[in-house]
């Protein structure tokens, strides 16, 4: 399957807006959950407010956060597929930068020292773009994620050693959540990485927070966990806005890698209530949109 | 837990009724700051025509149409989304926002911590919180970009906003020493050591 680069680019637009717009199913889903068990009275007003903008948003069709976040774009190539990558890569970053362009959104993307906006989205790698290789034939998935800064800003690395065990995972997943507190915009999806490097535990930590509500954790002993940590942050009282409840996480999710004998790293990365995110498929029949 | 109908600018008076717990909704005008817009005013010394004595601030960023300027747009732009980010990241401008420009109301969402409570204590202010992330929502209590200053900044311009029912705001810290948060956190510190060893986890 030979790909259609301009095909792309508009895709990589479209993603970005439809991402903004219209939260995934899992999500709403999350929070019917929520809205059913909290039982603080602040925290359901606090809920409804959040189900009523999601309802807002798609019949203005607006933005559901004014937050147009760091632009993600996850790409994934099946067998068969015929594309040069850095084309490909340009694709995506006009995608972007058209998307910005032409909606218009907010450009919430600046260099780090002159903190100069070039109002496109984009800048030095970013948009960020990952790119992976699966074996289903003819298939190009584009998984597109516009990451909020509230969330992010409450990324934690801790290299801890096999000495302190499963025991410093546990803790320094609860204080993350205690010390994000309202930050994140909870109730979140807690995503944990384990294992690896320290780079990698943190894109894992990020694989996880984005990962849809209701999978799970491929190894067992990290599904296992999963469940075990997201109750008890839901007993920490922190609830939506950090402003106490039950409902301060929508779930907990790990992911993991194997690490070194004299390693035990954990990275907490987490994603907020509006918890996005957009994907084509693209195969011989054409583009297909979901979530 | 009282409901208030404010039309900005407002009083100290009209701050120091306010009790954690009651909720305002705000008429008229609301400014948009953010963490750019305070750094050049609060850091950088970067003045600004607008008098912001009295009123209420909103940390926001918004997204924003470029028209041309009429009475319908008379900064020249048109809102698209407008929402609140973290209010944490800017808690050192709380008391010079107060100081400096006369602010009374910030309203945010995440709460901010003790510096700001003994400014509001002090000065007469609140801290008015919002549901962020309901930016589809928010945008729908703004009327109209009355005008704008610091647009160089763009989208951390400073923004005048017209608004209408603009609301209701949880006052989640008053005048008179509480905070929501403060209390939210030390119930969360209470539970934590429970919490833990539900996990296996003895300290």
């Known amino acids: ?42 925290a359901q007003g606090i809920l409804a407010t959040m189900v009523r903008n999601i309802q ?90 516009p990451k909020g800064s509230g969330s992010e800003n409450n990324s934690f690395l ?51 927070a984005t990962r849809p509500l209701g999978s799970h954790c491929a190894d067992p002993e990290g599904a296992a966990l999963e469940k075990e940590l997201s109750d008890a942050v839901n007993r920490l009282g922190v609830g939506p806005q950090g402003l106490g ?43 297909t949109y979901g979530f | 837990m009282a409901h208030y109908e404010l039309t900005m600018p407002v009083t100290e008076a009209q701050v120091r009724q306010l009790r954690v717990n009651d909720t305002v909704t705000l008429q008229q005008t609301l400014f948009g700051i953010r963490d750019a817009t305070q750094i050049h005013m609060l850091d950088r010394g970067r003045t600004t025509r607008f008098d912001l004595r009295g009123h209420a601030v909103i940390h926001t960023a918004p997204n924003v149409r470029k028209v041309e300027k009429s009475e319908a747009y008379p900064a020249g732009y048109a809102p698209v989304c407008i929402g609140t980010t973290t209010s944490d990241r800017m808690e050192r ?18 709460g901010m911590r003790q510096g700001s409570l003994d400014a509001f204590r002090e000065l007469g202010g609140a801290y008015l919180a919002i549901v962020g992330g309901t930016a589809a929502l928010e945008t729908t209590w703004i009327e ?20 209408r029912n603009f609301g209701p705001l949880l006052v989640a810290m008053d005048s008179h020493g509480n905070s929501l948060y403060t209390d939210i956190k030390a119930d969360v510190e209470r539970r934590r050591a429970d919490v833990l060893a539900s996990l296996g986890v003895h300290q």
């Open chain 2, 93 to 110: 401008f709380t008391r010079p926002l107060m100081t400096q420009h006369g602010v009374r109301f910030i309203v945010g969402k995440g």
């Open chain 1, 245 to 287: 409840g039950d409902s301060t996480a929508f779930a907990v999710h790990i992911e993991l890698a194997a690490t070194h004998i004299t390693m035990n790293p954990i990275a907490v990365n987490m994603q907020c209530h509006s918890a996005r995110r957009a994907s084509a498929t693209v195969t011989p029949d054409g583009i």
């Open chain 1, 56 to 145: 807002v948003a798609e019949e203005h069709e607006n933005l559901l956060c004014q937050d147009t976040g760091v632009p993600i774009y996850n790409i994934a190539i099946g067998r068969g597929v015929e594309v040069d990558g850095h084309d490909l890569k340009q694709a995506i970053r006009k995608g972007c930068e058209r998307a910005t362009r032409e909606h218009p959104l907010r450009s919430s993307v600046v260099h780090p020292l002159t903190r100069r906006n070039e109002h496109t989205s984009c800048g030095a790698e970013v948009p960020v773009i990952h790119i992976d290789f699966t074996p289903e034939p003819n298939k190009l998935t584009i998984q597109m994620i």
């Open chain 1, 158 to 208: 801790k290299m801890a050693i096999p000495a302190e065990g499963i025991a410093a995972i546990k803790e320094f997943v609860i204080d993350c959540v205690i010390n994000a507190g309202g930050k994140t915009c909870p109730p979140t999806i807690v995503g944990v990485g384990l294992g690896g490097t320290s780079d990698l535990c943190v894109a894992l930590a990020k694989r996880a």
């Open chain 2, 144 to 163: 109209q970009i009355e005008d704008v200053d610091l647009d160089d900044l763009n989208p951390e311009s400073l923004w005048k906003f017209r608004i």
């Open chain 1, 1 to 42: 399957m030979k790909i259609d680069l301009p095909a792309v680019e508009e895709a990589a637009k479209e993603l970005y807006i439809r991402a903004l717009k219209v939260l995934p199913p899992d999500i709403k889903g999350g929070f019917a959950r929520l809205t059913e068990t909290e039982t603080a009275p602040r």
